[in-house]
Every structure is written in structure tokens, then in C-alpha cells.
Nanobody, 124 residues
Framework: QVQLVESGGGLVQAGGSLRLSCVVS????????MAWFRQAPGEQREFATA????????SYADSVKGRFTISRDNGKNTVYLQMSSLKPDDTAIYYC?????????????????WGQGTQVTVSS
């Protein structure tokens, strides 16, 4: 059974930082591209960032580029999202997603497994 468990969300002031973690079980982690998506209230779930199975390739949405950093530790089956210079517009539920392939995509439909989400709230 595949499980993705996110943690690290919370309330932070604008300009602050948070690090999210997602621990994965039930998959050969190094063969799985990973991504973070986010969903604000009343909005569609949108792509934030992704990383290839090896960790050598990454992609970022324009809205987070230069502020967010995705990384992974294949020895710990964990993917991270370091978020800095947070803005109120970053307020959303953040979801970790896994793909049964080393190559990442930015479309939701390309991901096979999802975590339950973790809330990030940025106050102004």
C-alpha cells in the first residue's frame, strides 16, 4: 500500500519560512518523480514544483520560482519543500504527489498517488 504523509505546515507571517516534508512508503522511491501541488480556498489545485527520481532535475511554477526549493533524500524516502519569503497568496493546502516514473510532469493527472495535504497559512 502506497502512503504519502506530509508534515510541516502551519501559520507563519509574511516574509517568513517553512519547510514541508513528505515521507513515502510502498514505492521504490528513487524511481518515483515527486511534486508539490497546492490548493487555495475556492481555487483549483495547482502545480508548485517537481523533482525527478534522481533529484537532478527540478521544475517550478513562476509564482514560486526563486522562493521555494524542492529537494529529496532517497535514503529516507522523503521529499522536502523549503518555502521562503512567504506571501499571503501562498496560503493553501499543500499536497505531495508521486508518480510511477522517474520523469516529472506538471499536470495533476500525471501523478498516481497523493498525500492528505498540510495547511500553510501566511498572515499579512
Amino acid at each position: 500500500q502506497v502512503q504519502l504523509v506530509e508534515s510541516g505546515g502551519g501559520l507563519v507571517q509574511a516574509g517568513g519560512s517553512l519547510r514541508l516534508s513528505c515521507v513515502v512508503s510502498g514505492l521504490t522511491f528513487s524511481n518515483s518523480a515527486m511534486a508539490w501541488f497546492r490548493q487555495a480556498p475556492g481555487e483549483q489545485r495547482e502545480f508548485a514544483t517537481a523533482i525527478s527520481g534522481s533529484g537532478s532535475l527540478t521544475s517550478y511554477a513562476d509564482s514560486v520560482k526563486g522562493r521555494f526549493t524542492i529537494s529529496r533524500d532517497n535514503g529516507k524516502n522523503t521529499v522536502y519543500l523549503q518555502m521562503s519569503s512567504l506571501k499571503p497568496d501562498d496560503t493553501a493546502i499543500y499536497y505531495c504527489a508521486a508518480r510511477r516514473s522517474r520523469n516529472y510532469y506538471t499536470r495533476r493527472s500525471e501523478y498516481d498517488y497523493w498525500g492528505q495535504g498540510t495547511q500553510v497559512t501566511v498572515s499579512s
